[in-house]
């Protein structure tokens, strides 16, 4: 079992650029698959970005293709997702999660077995 925990939203103006966190314990990092989600309120959570277990594999979601960038540091067991350019529409309570299941960049809700517990970005027009 793996045990993920977000960190880096807030409050941030249009154009503004945050970096979220998703710190691991737990299992070997490098064996889990990472996906960023987001839910914003009324709304069915949904894929912003997704990379592999070696980070060879990333998949974004065509709302943020552009803007943002996933990475990860096994070394540290964290994975990143670099937003830029945020907009009001990215407002959303983001989550990460894992998946040793899957090779690749899953993007399925259904191919993650580990959850976070979410942080809040809000971003102001």
């Known amino acids: 079992q793996v045990q993920l925990v977000e960190s880096g939203g807030g409050l941030v103006q249009a154009g503004d650029s945050l970096r979220l966190s998703c710190a691991a314990s737990g299992r070997t990092f490098s064996n889990y698959a990472v996906g960023w989600f987001r839910q914003a309120p009324g709304k069915e959570r949904e894929v912003v970005a997704a990379i592999s277990r070696s980070g060879s594999y990333t998949y974004y979601a065509d709302s943020v293709k552009g803007r943002c960038t996933v990475s990860r540091d096994n070394a540290k067991n964290t994975v990143y997702l670099q937003m830029n350019s945020l907009k009001p529409e990215d407002t959303a309570v983001y989550y990460c999660?894992?998946?040793?299941?899957?090779?690749?960049?899953?993007?399925?809700?259904?191919?993650?077995?580990?959850w976070g517990q979410g942080t809040q970005v809000t971003v102001s027009s």
């Open positions: 999660a894992a998946t040793s299941r899957y090779f690749g960049a899953p993007r399925g809700r259904s191919e993650y077995d580990y």
